[in-house]
């Protein structure tokens, strides 16, 4: 159980915590989420649609089912992130930056690779 004392300063450090003041600050915090985009769910992209459901149903037909189940879903949406991922960092590599800042690039994307290499692999196991 948290004390008193630590509530209390723990909700005076919140009220500090309210987010960009400046009018650039706010702007700035309102891209961070656009700096590549793969925030964004591979399955709310059109044009990523029959992607899915071609990997989808070569999954679930390699796994000896005759149709799309939910999990082959989950599993080829998963690799086309983990593809979408790949061409970013082939991006990044394209362009010429410092080493610091090569490395801050790389390090934001590992996230979201071990995510989507997480997700496929659940959606494998689950399907056996």
Excluded: W
């Amino acid at each position: 159980m948290t004390s008193e004392r630590k509530l209390a300063s723990n909700q005076k450090n919140a009220k500090n915590s309210t987010g960009p003041k400046s009018d650039v600050g706010k702007h700035r915090s309102a891209r961070n989420a656009l700096s590549h985009g793969l925030s964004i769910p591979v399955s709310t992209i059109a044009a990523m649609r029959s992607d899915i459901e071609g990997l989808a149903l070569s999954i679930a037909r390699a796994n000896g089912q005759k149709s799309i189940t939910e999990l082959s879903r989950q599993a080829a949406e998963a690799q086309l992130e983990i593809v979408r991922i790949r061409k970013v960092r082939t991006a990044i590599f394209a362009v010429e930056l410092s080493c610091d800042e090569l490395t801050k690039r790389l390090t934001s994307l590992a996230r979201y690779e071990r995510r989507a290499f997480s997700r496929r692999k659940s959606a494998l196991r689950s399907m056996q």
